[in-house]
């Protein structure tokens, strides 16, 4: 079931600390009580990522921005549903944060899901771009009953 040539591995310290401080970021911009639920949480970010869209922002403006809301969603997941942060090599030696599933079945990178949907390039099938933090996140809900044919899919 697995796929030989996937490596995953642990983060290092630093990588930690930066997560954190992403984090840390995102729960500043969005004014994050302690009594907010990840799911509240995650509403906010797409509520704030709404309002990114809506402004002119520059391309490396967006890119900070998607790292700082990729971060802070990606600790929501890991809070509602255990996912863990791991680097993923899908077999071509370049290893990439990934949120992993309890089980493995399920990764998803949610640095590049949150700077796809910034950049504008999460097209639906009605050819617009789609803000679907919120959509994806609840999706996660009991993702693990539907064991796929092989682990580390990726989702976004």
């Known amino acids: 079931m697995a796929d030989e040539n996937v490596i995953v591995t642990e983060l ?25 639920t990840p799911k509240q949480i995650v509403e906010k970010i797409m509520g704030f990522v709404d309002d990114i869209l809506s402004a002119n922002k520059k391309k490396n403006e967006l ?23 791991k680097n993923i090599d899908f077999g071509d030696g370049n290893a990439q944060l990934f949120l992993l599933s309890p089980r493995e079945y399920y990764c998803c990178n949610p640095i590049f899901f949150m700077n796809k949907i910034l950049q504008r390039k999460n097209i639906g099938l009605d050819g617009n771009n789609d803000n679907t933090v919120l959509l994806l996140f609840n999706m996660i809900d009991g993702i693990e009953k539907q064991k796929p044919s092989k682990k580390y899919q990726v989702i976004s």
Do not use: P, R
Not at 63 to 84: C, D, P, R
């Open 12 to 36: 290092d310290n630093g990588t930690i600390e930066a997560l954190n401080e992403e984090e840390q970021k995102g729960f500043n911009l969005l004014s994050i009580s302690e009594k907010d």
């Open 63 to 85: 890119e900070e921005l998607a790292i700082t809301f990729g971060a802070t969603w990606g600790k929501m997941v890991e809070k509602e549903y255990n996912w863990a942060w």
